[in-house]
Antibody, heavy 111, light 112 residues
Framework: QVQLKESGPGLVQPSQTLSLTCTVS????????VHWVRQPPGKGLEWMGV???????DYNSALKPRLSISRDTSKSQVFLTMNSLQTEDTGIYYC?????WGQGVMVTVSS | DVVLTQTPPTLSATIGQSVSISCRSS???????????LNWLLQRPGQPPQLLIY???RLESGVPNRFSGSGSGTDFTLKISGVEAEDLGVYYC?????????FGAGTKLELK
């Protein structure tokens, strides 16, 4: 059974760095792409980036200067790191395989 | 970046009514490999999105066949033939032909 689960701090201070982990099961990261998508409270979905099965990455052009996605295939984990966080980065962060989504993790940027 | 324009932003329907949602792209979503990577998602309140339709018209496993997708190039439509209560939520189109992937702004389906 395919599963994805996000984890990370619920609260981040402004200007600090966000680090999230997506732990997957039921499939191999070397065979499937994993995306990160976020959703500000009460708003729509924003594609952040992807780590392709081959290990390359692509990013939302607006976020690219502060966003990094990586993985540890031995642990079946995908990592999202985003620096210089601001209040507008508050929202739910989802990792997904398009066909399968995690439940998301709520991140609040506040002092 | 590709811009997806969804209409209407809100849709009010009665149970059993058939409804359609439009998704228009700022550029063709036909990939050089011949596929058109336009998907439809449903996000129920408090839930993550779920895939309904992929490659324009292919029904995801387990999705009721009252959902159907159509279109080509830059114009796409999601149709629900007989709305049921469990269909309420926000519908998004998303393209994965061109990086960066982009979502439409969403269409909220509510009960009239």
């Amino acid at each position: 059974q395919v599963q994805l689960k996000e984890s990370g701090p619920g609260l981040v201070q402004p200007s600090q760095t966000l680090s999230l982990t997506c732990t997957v099961s039921g499939f191999s990261l070397t065979s499937y792409n994993v995306h990160w998508v976020r959703q500000p409270p009460g708003k729509g979905l924003e594609w952040m980036g992807v780590i392709w099965s081959g290990g390359n990455t692509d990013y939302n052009s607006a976020l690219k200067p502060r966003l990094s996605i990586s993985r540890d295939t031995s642990k079946s984990q995908v990592f999202l790191t985003m620096n210089s966080l601001q209040t507008e980065d508050t929202g739910i962060y989802y990792c997904n395989r398009i066909r399968n989504w995690g439940q998301g993790v709520m991140v609040t940027v506040s002092s | 970046d590709v811009v997806l324009t969804q209409t209407p932003p809100t849709l009010s329907a009665t149970i059993g009514q058939s409804v359609s949602i439009s998704c228009r792209s700022s550029q063709s979503l036909l990939h050089s490999n011949g596929n058109t990577y336009l998907n439809w998602l449903l996000q129920r309140p408090g839930q993550p999105p779920q895939l309904l339709i992929y490659l324009v018209s292919r029904l995801e496993s387990g999705v009721p066949n009252r959902f159907s997708g159509s279109g080509s190039g830059t114009d796409f439509t999601l149709k629900i033939s007989g709305v049921e209560a469990e269909d309420l939520g926000v519908y998004y189109c998303v393209q994965s032909t061109h990086a960066p992937y982009t979502f439409g702004a969403g269409t909220k389906l509510e009960l009239k």
